[in-house]
């Protein structure tokens, strides 16, 4: 009787291996054993009940035709698969009865698709944020490279050279809303594309979890179901040698499937200390893009833009002070907000320019008390973008005698010190050079409006900005 179950499976094996190429007989045929043949029909052993759904999906013909080479018109085939405790329960290919059957991982609220009867994959939750949209992400300098690409990649994921993408920057600079977005727009477009975003840290529980229940083969089966798999934080592999191995048998296989791979970090690849090489080798594959820190245009605009979406109208003397004193972090700018607003509500207090100063310590080291002549100069080096030492030496390269005089003028508008003392901030000069220097300046002033704009800003930053 032995020899006749198996001499059935292995003819319809044979009929199998001839039609289909030998990765995919290795991979979804080899595992199978044939268990008994009864009243024709002959019973399978596969590994889980991922596997009979798969074989189900794509092999279903094949095996028919498979069967009636082995057994006749008649020939059936019937599943069996394993529980935990090893007990083998059944399947029918012609009866999809659920029988309660679960292998797997804890998934943490990730809907494991290969515990769900039917042929046909199942949709699962993909754990996206729906707020973080490409409508709400704010483009500017320091991240236009990044977003065009995740652009694209919405549009054909998998099908651009972008793949992976690497998007990494310090904290708070929009990696994980940009890298939603783009799942969120491959959602909007492919309704039928399985899409995941997982934190690093939850993807190793997953996999640690996987690993003490025996159930390693149907976590990676589960992760190679994926269309578009968004992982945060990757830099926090660095270090976990099985992790990694087992990450890096998940991205070829994707990779190698056409399915997109989305990886933020808050260091470039080259950086990751305890990676391994093979994995920062496949990092660089696609495109790695950095996020900037936003310049004050863009940190203005995100600003009112989370503004109109709370409904908020806060003074603009307010909003230009904020994102004049809120640098580094995009966050920090909503976290403001939220104070600001908390404070006027709870306090029953106007939101002024006082509130501000208030709310804006809690963020930052402390308010400028007073104007000083060095940071006069710092701000006016950086926007002619020159060397601060420059200003005091003996250079005269005009673009910074037009920085260094109009630093001077400044100097003596804004801050209470003598003509002396503003000279000697600037090389020990005397201060018939600061008088020289602000005639200078309010001549260019007269003749050339757009310098007379850029005075302007700059003293606005000079009254705003903080030390």
């Given amino acids: 009787m032995n020899e006749d179950f198996t001499t059935a499976w292995n003819a319809c094996a044979e009929y199998i291996k001839s039609n289909i190429n030998p990765q995919s007989f290795k991979t979804w045929f080899e595992p199978i054993k044939a268990v008994k043949l009864e009243e024709n029909v002959l019973t399978i052993q596969v590994p889980n009940k991922f596997f009979y759904e798969w074989l189900e999906e794509n092999y279903i013909d094949l095996l028919k035709k498979g ?87 919405a549009e054909n994921p998998g099908g651009t050279a972008f793949n992976p993408l690497v998007i990494y920057g310090d904290v708070g600079l929009g990696k994980t809303h940009l890298a939603q977005a783009i799942g969120n727009a491959v959602l909007q477009k492919f309704k039928n594309k399985n899409i995941l975003y997982v934190s690093t840290e ?35 592999l660095a270090g976990k040698t099985k992790t990694q191995e087992i990450f890096f048998n998940i991205f070829n296989h994707l990779h190698q499937g056409g399915k997109q791979i989305i990886l933020t970090s808050d260091r470039a690849p080259k950086d990751m200390a305890s990676m391994e090489d093979r994995l920062i080798s496949r990092f660089k594959w696609g495109l790695v893009a950095d996020l900037q820190i936003p310049d004050y245009e863009t940190r203005l605009a995100i600003l009112e833009s989370k503004m109109n979406k709370e409904g908020i109208d806060l003074p603009g003397d307010v909003t230009e002070f904020i994102c004049y004193n809120i640098k580094n972090n995009i966050r920090e700018l909503e976290g403001v907000l939220i104070q600001l607003i908390a404070q006027a509500s709870l306090n029953q207090r106007q939101i002024d320019m006082m509130l501000a100063k208030e709310v804006i310590q809690s963020f930052v080291n402390q308010l400028n008390k007073e104007i000083t002549v060095e940071n006069i100069k710092q701000l006016v080096a950086d926007h002619f973008q020159v060397p601060i030492e420059k200003l005091g030496g003996k250079t005269r390269k005009r ?33 018939s050079t600061v008088i020289y220097s602000c005639k200078a300046v309010q001549d260019l002033m007269d003749t050339d409006l757009i310098f007379k704009d850029t005075v302007a800003e700059l003293e606005k930053k000079v009254q705003l900005s903080l030390s």
Avoid at 118 to 136: A, D, S, W
Avoid at 406 to 417: D, G, H, P, Q
Avoid at 420 to 425: H, L, V
Wanted: hydrophobic share 35%; aromatic share 10%.
């Fill in 67 to 153: 069967l009636q080479i082995s057994l006749g018109e008649g020939g059936r085939l019937e599943y069996q698969f394993l529980m935990e405790n090893h007990r083998a329960v059944g399947q029918s290919a012609t009866n999809k009865q659920d029988h309660s059957i679960q292998k797997g991982f804890d998934t943490d609220e990730i809907k494991n698709p290969f515990v769900i009867p039917g042929i046909k994959r199942v949709k699962f939750n993909p754990q996206l944020n729906e707020n973080y949209t490409f409508k709400n992400y704010i483009e500017g300098d320091c991240n236009r490279l990044a977003r065009s690409a995740g652009k694209a990649i």
């Fill in 202 to 236: 939850k993807f190793t529980n997953q996999l640690i979890q996987s690993i003490k229940t025996n159930a390693v083969t149907d976590f990676v089966n589960f992760y190679q179901l994926i269309d578009v798999l968004i992982i945060d934080d990757i830099q926090f």
């Fill in 399 to 431: 673009s910074i005698v037009i920085a260094r005089q109009l630093s001077m003028y400044l100097a003596k508008n804004l801050t209470n010190k003598s003509l002396k003392n503003i000279g000697n901030n600037f090389g020990g000069r005397d201060h």
